[in-house]
């Protein structure tokens, strides 16, 4: 037998409740979907990255480190083949396929690289292409001294679903830079200073 007691009781127990979870989820769904378009917006923006440091060698020498394939696949982390498209060698509109790939069980990512700018000693830009994003790296060096100041600045435009991923990798690219730059000094600094110094053809002829 029911009283004036129990029955507001089984109603709150009942329906009300019941109508109210389908409201809390689309509630939820609707908090997801907003922090998701956000995502999406703020990984659409041109993202900036830079990394510097000082190598105790010639510009000129340290711009070697950055064109010449072989070198190239001994400090950049990950790398593990780069494959020329075009002949000549390093030029302006060269261009190279890298395979990148962190470990032997991650899935193997390809960008194309083509140069866009080289001033040997000087400047080193090049223009990265994949499916995730569209970035350009450029190389900076300054002599201070006997040494070189290097400076290394990555800036991409992330595309499809890499644009939510976005901000929350924006901290391993950022230390997978000084990473990758201390890898390098820690390279030119390990050769003998005869090998580090290019030979000028007109002092060697002599």
Not at 2 to 18: A, V
Not at 93 to 98: F, M
Request: glycine share 8%; proline share 5%; with cysteine.
């Amino acid at each position: 037998m029911l009283t004036r007691w129990s029955k507001p009781h089984l109603e709150f127990g009942g329906c009300p409740m019941k109508r109210k979870l389908p409201k809390l989820a689309l509630a939820a769904v609707g908090v997801l979907l907003g922090a998701t378009i956000a995502l999406y917006v703020i990984g659409g923006r041109t993202a900036a990255y830079r990394a510097d440091i000082e190598i105790d060698a010639s510009p000129v020498t340290v711009f070697t480190y950055l064109t010449e394939t072989d070198l190239l696949l001994q400090w950049m982390d990950g790398v593990t083949k780069i494959e020329p498209l075009t002949e000549g060698g390093h030029r302006v509109g060269a261009r190279a396929r890298i395979t990148i790939q962190d470990n032997e069980n991650a899935t193997p990512v390809v960008m194309d690289d083509e140069v866009l700018r080289s001033e040997p000693g000087q400047q080193l830009e090049v223009r990265l292409t994949s499916s995730a994003i569209v970035a350009t790296s450029t190389y900076d060096l300054h002599s201070h001294g006997s040494s070189t100041h290097l400076s290394h600045e990555f800036r991409g435009d992330f595309s499809g679903v890499m644009r939510i991923f976005a901000p929350f990798v924006a901290g391993s690219i950022q230390q997978k830079l000084r990473e990758d730059l201390q890898r390098l000094k820690e390279l030119v600094e390990s050769r003998p200073k005869k090998e580090q110094t290019p030979i000028d053809p007109a002092e060697d002829a002599e």
